[in-house]
T-cell receptor, first 112, second 111 residues
Framework: DTGVSQNPRHKITKRGQNVTFRCDPI?????LYWYRQTLGQGPEFLTY????????KSRLLSDRFSAERPKGSFSTLEIQRTEQGDSAMYLC??????????FGSGTRLTVV | EDQVTQSPEALRLQEGESSSLNCSYT??????LFWYRQDPGKGPEFLFT???AGEEKEKERLKATLTKKESFLHITAPKPEDSATYLC????????????FGKGTKLTVNP
């Protein structure tokens, strides 16, 4: 059990470019979550997968954001046409049927 | 809408000086209240889950308690390595899987 792994750790992109982040959850965890955290704030929920099905999406997840979890294993979060307001830490979490939400170390996105 | 308010925003303690962090919440039926520790540049690290008023949990120098409106994280004789941001989150009894977080309390323990 190596924990929740997120790649890349840091990403700098120009405004208007597309970016994609990857999350590898703990292998036996069937539930996967994406959160966004800006400086001085707590994490905000973006979306939730159970296995490969995306079951819940926040209103924060605009049309420029899309998340997938093919085959119910790793997940990707893509942001199209990035804006400066997208600069944040993107956190992934996973859990099994118990109550422990385990977070990864996050991907820090900077849009310049 | 579920809400979590943490106080104080920041707290400075001397090593060995005990104190408490507060988490006030409003939620449409509490399914769980979570405490996390977050170090700079890292993801939140799970500490405790509390489910019902009156429940208490302990881990080393930390003790979490829960009432119907708030939770406290008591830190006894803190050490510099306890310096971090402590986050509180709630999950409601509805069908949502999301955790609603507060903004956190930044704790600094000076040697």
């Amino acid at each position: 059990d190596t924990g929740v792994s997120q790649n890349p750790r840091h990403k700098i992109t120009k405004r208007g470019q597309n970016v994609t982040f990857r999350c590898d959850p703990i292998s036996e965890h069937n539930r996967l979550y994406w959160y966004r955290q800006t400086l001085g704030q707590g994490p905000e929920f973006l979306t939730y997968f159970q296995n490969e099905a995306q079951l819940e999406k926040s209103r924060l997840l605009s049309d420029r954001f899309s998340a997938e979890r093919p085959k119910g294993s790793f997940s990707t979060l893509e942001i199209q046409r990035t804006e400066q307001g997208d600069s944040a830490m993107y956190l992934c979490a996973s859990r099994d049927s118990s109550y422990g939400y385990t977070f990864g170390s996050g991907t820090r996105l900077t849009v310049v | 809408e579920d809400q979590v308010t943490q106080s104080p925003e920041a707290l400075r303690l001397q090593e060995g000086e005990s104190s408490s962090l507060n988490c006030s919440y409003t939620v449409s039926g509490l399914r769980g209240l979570f405490w996390y520790r977050q170090d700079p540049g890292k993801g939140p690290e799970f500490l405790f889950t509390l489910y019902s008023a009156g429940e208490e949990k302990e881990k080393e120098r930390l003790k979490a308690t829960l009432t119907k409106k708030e939770s406290f994280l008591h830190i006894t004789a803190p050490k510099p390595e306890d310096s971090a941001t402590y986050l509180c989150a709630v999950r409601n009894q509805g069908g949502s899987e999301k955790l609603v977080f507060g903004k956190g309390t930044k704790l600094t323990v000076n040697p």
